[in-house]
């Protein structure tokens, strides 16, 4: 069988799926076999999930650049691999064909080892969405070296904490960053970041702005002075399939972000197998994911998936509404995209500006529209389905998550029959279940429950960098022997899967994760600020909005001055993401005696919903209740 083939009908879908999970060593190995490996695997998978230690592929060596590039320079060098559509519509977009991209990617890798950069070395980046971006991912991937991506919006504090827990000995940044109408300085905060993150050897500034920036002798290099030292061959380091190949830090409900380790082998079989099959993928298409690569759907469905299945990937650099609300449709008759893969908020945000920016262009290339990053909304997908799709596109709701690096459950494309608002069917490999208060699997459909995964995947996380026992608790910790995915689900009587959002203390704003201890964290530097309170908040536009309740030392004599200064302290700490939509000043924060914040009663009051508080008898003092609910929902002028 040619395993490169794709799914192609529904039958197949469920054929294929009863035997991932008949024989799921002998299923995945037989989609490992159609890459490249410079050495065979002896054993497919080794795991338990009580350490946890997952192994795919072991003894396989490799090296993903190989299959991510030279694999296709003969059957398809001079197909365009990355296209890239600038901030401004007058600035010529950049097509690089794989036999470019190979080169650059070559290249580039030279240079990460002039600097002395070593297999297993971290190598972060903070950057604006232009092909270097990919190529320095896959320079470092090239030379058997660790990427960290950081999202470029994150403050110099938050840069600097990745940087350090990584231990990354080089920063590649710009001199600036475009988004719409703003220029952003970029290389300012990595200076910042470097005066705490003393590991920091070289900086490797990309010229996109022309903003003057600020230099250090010795340490900072432009990137086109180091590219033109070097040599463009760079043949491909051999790294163990188990093999760390990124770094990917994120939020969780307690302590700091934590690095989400994804290994060699596994990522590339599943990154590449999801993308074919979700988005039905044609040799001709051109596919556009709008995320950014500071996120996991960057990393997965810009760079490698599509990449390891040939595909042309578009990556843009601006942003949706600039210079207006027609931006991205603009882009997809310019560009004549097939597949088209965003965000419920993106899709809010713009369904807002009314049809007459989608009227204008010319959508008909498009065959299959994606979702990600939260639960779609009946009248976004509906929208999207009807306003971009013209009612004939399918729409691929992918549910996954930055530890599970690629789909959990998706409808692949034209093939699953859809259902507004479902994420549908598990992804051949996926093993679900779903779990009740009392750590039982409840079997059977029309259930609802916490969504667990019972057996590995290619791709599963395989550690928290520098802290296992946290990922053992995090995700293995709470059920037995299962993966805990966080979110709550519902399988409906055809069995299909709905998420219902977090059950945990993280909360999704715009599609960014993002930890309510976080906040609280950074709301607790302000020195008038005793304790706080954040939960989420069902936000038009944004999915959850956040909502801080904050018990101040001494009453602010101006709560704008204050709320300003919280804000402020915020974008410092975390980047201006964080910024909460509401900041309540509170007496006390309905505690438990046990001193534990009943957080169900400040959910219900930011949810503007105090008809139904339930019991507070429980609480040490009650009448903080009364209290905050008088003074709730106070807006903050932005
Ligand atoms: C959390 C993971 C997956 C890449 C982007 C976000 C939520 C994600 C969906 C979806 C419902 C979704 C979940 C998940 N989520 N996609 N299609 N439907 N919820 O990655 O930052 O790791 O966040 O995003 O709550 O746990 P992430």
């Known amino acids: 069988m040619d395993v490169r083939r794709r799914i192609t009908s529904f039958d197949e879908y469920k054929e294929e799926y009863q035997k991932s999970v008949d024989n799921p060593e002998g299923f995945w190995e037989g989609h490992a076999e159609s890459f490249v490996w410079k050495k065979k695997w002896d054993k497919v998978l080794d795991w338990n999930f009580s350490g946890p230690e997952v192994k795919w592929f072991e003894g396989g060596e490799l090296n993903i650049t190989e299959n991510c590039l030279d694999r296709h320079l003969e059957e398809r ?142 340490r900072d290099k432009w990137w086109h002075d180091e590219v033109a030292k070097v040599d463009v061959n760079c043949p491909a380091t051999a790294v163990a399939s188990e093999d760390m190949l990124f770094i990917l830090y994120t939020s969780g409900s307690t302590g700091q972000p934590k690095g989400v380790v994804h290994t060699t082998g596994g990522y590339m079989v599943y990154t590449d197998y999801t993308f074919r099959n979700a988005f039905q993928y044609n040799e001709d298409d051109v596919y556009w994911c709008t995320a950014d690569i500071g996120w996991i759907t960057g990393h997965s469905y810009i760079i490698y998936g599509p990449l390891l299945a040939g595909a042309t990937t578009m990556m843009f650099e601006g942003v949706p509404t600039y210079p207006d609300a027609g931006r991205f449709w603009e882009v997809c008759e310019k560009h004549k995209v097939n597949q088209f893969y965003t965000a419920p908020t993106a899709i809010r945000a713009l369904q807002a500006y009314g049809t007459e920016f989608v009227e204008k262009y010319d959508l008909s290339s498009i065959k299959a529209l994606g979702s990600v990053g939260e639960p779609i909304n009946e009248e976004a997908w509906q929208w999207y389905h009807k306003n971009i799709g013209k009612g004939n596109c399918p729409i691929v709701d992918t549910y996954w998550q930055t530890e599970t690096a690629g789909f959990l459950i998706s409808p692949l494309a034209g093939i699953t029959p859809e259902k507004p608002t479902y994420a549908t069917l598990p992804m051949p490999g996926i093993q679900l279940a779903i779990m009740d208060a009392d750590g039982n699997e409840i079997e059977g459909n029309g259930v609802e429950g916490n969504l667990c995964i019972k057996y590995p995947w290619p791709s599963i996380i395989r550690t928290t960098y520098g802290n296992h026992d946290r990922c053992k608790e995090v995700y293995f910790g709470t059920y037995k022997d299962m993966y805990f995915t966080g979110d709550g689900c519902r399988r409906d009587e055809d069995g299909y899967y709905r998420i219902t959002g977090r059950v945990d203390d993280v909360i999704n704003v715009s599609g960014h994760r993002m930890g309510t201890a976080e906040v609280e964290n950074a709301i607790n530097e302000h020195s008038n600020v005793v304790e706080s309170a954040v939960v989420g908040f069902p936000h038009e536009i944004k999915g959850q909005g956040i909502y801080a309740y904050v018990i101040c030392d001494e009453i602010p004599a101006d709560e704008d001055t204050f709320r300003t200064e919280v804000l402020k302290i915020i974008t410092k700490e975390i980047g201006p993401i964080a910024k909460p939509d509401k900041i309540q000043v509170v007496p006390g924060l309905p505690k438990t005696r046990s001193g534990k914040i009943m957080r169900r009663i400040l959910r219900k009051v930011a949810e503007g919903d105090v008809s139904s508080l339930g019991d507070t008898s429980t609480l040490l003092d009650p009448s903080v209740v009364d209290s905050i609910v008088s003074g709730a929902l106070v807006p903050i002028k932005d």
């Not at 002039?114 to 090239?142: F, H, N, S, T, W």
């Open 77 to 218: 060098g001079d197909k365009v691999a990355i296209l890239w559509e600038p901030n401004e519509p007058g600035e010529a977009a950049i097509k690089l064909t794989y036999k470019q991209l190979h080169a650059k990617v070559c290249e580039f890798a030279n240079v990460l080892k002039a600097q002395g950069i070593k297999k297993g070395d971290r190598v972060c980046m903070y950057m604006p969405m232009i092909p270097e971006l990919a190529i320095a991912c896959l320079a470092a991937a090239r030379i058997g070296a660790v990427h960290s991506v950081v999202f470029a919006g994150f403050s110099s504090n938050a840069l600097s904490d990745r940087v350090n827990d990584a231990e990354a000995r080089v920063i590649l940044t710009s001199d600036g960053n475009y988004r719409g109408k703003k220029n952003i300085p970029v290389k300012s905060v990595v200076d910042q970041a470097c005066e705490t993150s003393p590991c920091v050897e070289s900086v490797i500034v990309v010229q996109r702005t022309n903003a003057e920036v600020t230099w250090v002798d010795g």
